[in-house]
């Protein structure tokens, strides 16, 4: 299973410290659009900002807001 941080700048490029890649994304329609591209064996970790309001699928892991 590969990481994949989709959301705002800084979270993806904390993450990007640590070798994950990430989707900088500007509007929830980026986001959803990430998501919606992310392959059947990527666990997708999604910055607070994007996951208001959003069923969560079941390899969606929240990042807690700052």
Known sequence: MKPLVIGTREDVAGFALAGVDGVICSTREEAEAAVAHAGDD????LSAAFAVERPHAP???VLPSR
């Open 59 to 61: 390899l969606i892991v």
């Open 42 to 45: 990527t666990l997708v970790l």
